[in-house]
């Protein structure tokens, strides 16, 4: 008997699970996401490239782009709350991918509730599919799709929103398995936005999630994909990760049975999220140290730092540049500018990351301070570890280390700490608390409604 592709594989198991009842572990986890990502877009919705993203997109309709006052058609709604949720990389993560499914497959998943009507237990599996399918795919061949040049964000995203949203609106195996044939077709997404700190990357999941929802509208139409399109000679995986080399065991085995993205990660910091340990050791020697705003760094005169060497080029080198990031974007992706910060200040929050505290001479003299080494046996990607070494000008040498991502499966944020963070970035764009209220309460809610609506939040 030959085995089927892996389109229509995932299209039966996902046609099982929904004939099973939803673990409360995942339900939860999906409810986190709709709480994380309405504050994210709140956070984002006055940011320049939101207010570009809005402006770009021709189409208006009927679905809402979160937190504006105008209405785009659904695949423009989806892609600026994408955009606006992954904006300031506050967004979760999965470990051992990386990758972020939320900020792809939340907004794509409300753009087909708004278009199609849907009730609250179709997002919820539109949801639940849609990120299990971008996390698990993230692991069949670990590391290659970065090192290959693309965004895996972007480009797993897009087949994981077309899950996503085949699974809401109850396709057959034929028309999911086209959706996720065309979904190859239009996933994107390079990491070039490095070089200068552009908002390329921002755009990823919004691009992304919009990418999928057409993709499905397409199949439902009539127009077909190829049911090979993540093995295939000339498939996915050789496209994106140049190898037909993958473990396909890791996305379909156990699919709608045993749930992965239950244990996705919620960031405490706007930056990479490989660089998060690496903020905590700062804070606590900044902390042993009694050091605060404004405080210099002229007792300090080196600090450096055990790293994994998967994530060297993308959040220490060039060195010299991530030392002196061109904007505060671009700082988001630094190690030296992120442990600088953290020395200096004692936290780092979304105020971090303005212009103006990427020219900040004070953290460019410290991060000049700052360098590597790598670990080769550090575990990355299957931990995302921290260690951070500082050496005096007297001599002595202070020193912590972090095994594991805080906000991880390890050492995962309670509701109550997501509920803080939301709230913190509602304020953040603007919404007053009663309008955070509303949000909560419609995640508390959504996936047991009779219909989704968004009109409350727009404007």
């Given at each position: 008997?030959?085995?089927?592709?892996?389109?229509?594989?995932?299209?039966?198991?996902?046609?099982?699970?929904?004939?099973?009842?939803?673990?409360?572990?995942?339900?939860?986890?999906?409810?986190?996401?709709?709480?994380?990502?309405?504050?994210?877009?709140?956070?984002?919705?006055?940011?320049?490239?939101?207010?570009?993203?809005?402006?770009?997109?021709?189409?208006?309709?009927?679905?809402?782009?979160?937190?504006?006052?105008?209405?785009?058609?659904?695949?423009?709604?989806?892609?600026?709350?994408?955009?606006?949720?992954?904006?300031?990389?506050?967004?979760?993560?999965?470990?051992?991918?990386?990758?972020?499914?939320?900020?792809?497959?939340?907004?794509?998943?409300?753009?087909?509730?708004?278009?199609?009507?849907?009730?609250?237990?179709?997002?919820l599996l539109g949801i639940a599919t849609g990120v299990e399918v971008t996390c698990r795919a993230s692991l069949v061949a670990p590391?290659?799709?970065?090192?290959?040049?693309?965004?895996?964000?972007?480009?797993?995203?897009?087949?994981?929103?077309?899950?996503?949203?085949?699974?809401?609106?109850?396709?057959?195996?034929?028309?999911?398995?086209?959706?996720?044939?065309?979904?190859?077709?239009?996933?994107?997404?390079?990491?070039?936005?490095?070089?200068?700190?552009?908002?390329?990357?921002?755009?990823?999941?919004?691009?992304?999630?919009?990418?999928?929802?057409?993709?499905?509208?397409?199949?439902?139409?009539?127009?077909?994909?190829?049911?090979?399109?993540?093995?295939?000679?000339?498939?996915?995986?050789?496209?994106?990760?140049?190898?037909?080399?993958?473990d396909w065991t890791k996305l379909v085995d156990g699919f709608g049975e045993r749930w992965v993205a239950d244990a996705i990660a919620?960031?405490?910091?706007?930056?990479?999220?490989?660089?998060?340990?690496?903020?905590?050791?700062?804070?606590?020697?900044?902390?042993?140290?009694?050091?605060?705003?404004?405080?210099?760094?002229?007792?300090?005169?080196?600090?450096?730092?055990?790293?994994?060497?998967?994530?060297?080029?993308?959040?220490?080198?060039?060195?010299?540049?991530?030392?002196?990031?061109?904007?505060?974007?671009?700082?988001?992706?630094?190690?030296?500018?992120?442990?600088?910060?953290?020395?200096?200040?004692?936290?780092?929050?979304?105020?971090?990351?303005?212009?103006?505290?990427?020219?900040?001479?004070?953290?460019?003299?410290?991060?000049?301070?700052?360098?590597?080494?790598?670990?080769?046996?550090?575990?990355?990607?299957?931990?995302?570890?921290?260690?951070?070494?500082?050496?005096?000008?007297?001599?002595?040498?202070?020193?912590?280390?972090?095994?594991?991502?805080?906000?991880?499966?390890?050492?995962p944020l309670t509701r109550a700490d997501i509920e803080e963070k939301f709230r913190a970035n509602a304020r953040h764009g603007g919404?007053?608390?009663?309008?955070?209220?509303?949000?909560?309460?419609?995640?508390?809610?959504?996936?047991?409604?009779?219909?989704?609506?968004?009109?409350?939040?727009?404007?």
């Amino acid at each position: 008997m030959s085995t089927p592709p892996i389109a229509e594989a995932l299209a039966r198991a996902v046609d099982a699970a929904r004939g099973r009842a939803m673990p409360a572990a995942m339900r939860e986890a999906c409810e986190r996401l709709l709480v994380d990502v309405g504050g994210l877009c709140a956070a984002a919705r006055g940011a320049p490239y939101v207010r570009a993203a809005l402006a770009g997109w021709e189409s208006d309709g009927a679905a809402t782009a979160i937190g504006h006052a105008r209405t785009l058609d659904s695949a423009g709604a989806a892609f600026v709350n994408g955009t606006a949720a992954h904006g300031e990389d506050f967004d979760d993560t999965f470990e051992g991918g990386p990758v972020h499914s939320g900020a792809v497959v939340v907004p794509a998943l409300l753009a087909a509730a708004e278009r199609h009507r849907l009730a609250g237990p179709d997002l919820l599996l539109g949801i639940a599919t849609g990120v299990e399918v971008t996390c698990r795919a993230s692991l069949v061949a670990p590391k290659r799709i970065h090192q290959a040049g693309f965004h895996p964000t972007a480009v797993l995203g897009a087949m994981g929103a077309a899950a996503g949203v085949a699974a809401a609106l109850r396709v057959d195996a034929k028309t999911f398995a086209s959706a996720q044939g065309i979904a190859g077709s239009m996933a994107s997404g390079i990491i070039e936005y490095l070089a200068e700190g552009t908002s390329t990357k921002r755009m990823h999941p919004g691009w992304a999630a919009q990418a999928g929802l057409r993709a499905v509208e397409l199949a439902r139409a009539g127009f077909d994909g190829p049911r090979t399109v993540w093995e295939g000679t000339h498939g996915f995986l050789h496209a994106f990760a140049r190898t037909l080399e993958g473990d396909w065991t890791k996305l379909v085995d156990g699919f709608g049975e045993r749930w992965v993205a239950d244990a996705i990660a919620f960031k405490p910091y706007p930056c990479g999220t490989m660089i998060h340990p690496y903020i905590d050791c700062a804070r606590r020697i900044s902390l042993s140290l009694g050091r605060g705003p404004g405080r210099g760094s002229a007792d300090i005169s080196d600090i450096v730092c055990e790293t994994a060497d998967g994530i060297v080029h993308r959040l220490w080198e060039p060195l010299a540049a991530k030392r002196r990031p061109p904007n505060g974007y671009a700082a988001k992706f630094s190690v030296p500018f992120c442990v600088a910060y953290a020395m200096l200040h004692g936290h780092v929050g979304l105020e971090a990351f303005d212009d103006a505290g990427a020219s900040d001479p004070a953290i460019a003299a410290l991060a000049a301070k700052v360098r590597y080494v790598v670990d080769p046996d550090n575990p990355y990607p299957d931990e995302y570890t921290g260690h951070v070494r500082v050496t005096l000008a007297s001599g002595k040498v202070l020193e912590e280390r972090q095994p594991h991502l805080r906000g991880g499966h390890r050492e995962p944020l309670t509701r109550a700490d997501i509920e803080e963070k939301f709230r913190a970035n509602a304020r953040h764009g603007g919404w007053d608390a009663a309008r955070a209220d509303s949000w909560l309460d419609f995640a508390r809610r959504a996936f047991d409604a009779k219909r989704i609506d968004l009109t409350a939040f727009r404007g």
